[in-house]
């Protein structure tokens, strides 16, 4: 992998498409800046394990469903 690759670790900006909700929706629900959650969908920064399960209670997804298995 070369140095300029970005690794994904989570699989919000995924999941928030498959459910039909916005970046807003989410940063609306968890009183949220929209620029924190649109940092957490590229994967530019991380929400808290109690963040995520934050999120998938809010998108009625198991939290697996929000992470990315890091083996290849």
Do not use: G
């Not at 039909?20 to 924190?36: F, G, H, P, V």
């Not at 957490?40 to 991380?46: F, L, R, V």
């Not at 999120?55 to 469903?65: E, F, G, M």
């Amino acid at each position: 992998m070369s140095n300029n690759q970005q690794i994904v670790v989570n699989r919000i900006k995924a999941v928030l498409a498959e459910k039909r909700r916005t970046n807003r929706w989410l940063a609306e629900q968890m009183c949220k800046s929209e620029n924190t959650i649109s940092r957490w969908c590229s994967n530019k920064s991380q929400p808290s394990i109690v963040q995520l399960q934050e999120i998938a209670n809010l998108l009625d997804v198991d939290v697996r469903v929000l992470l990315k298995s890091q083996k290849e």
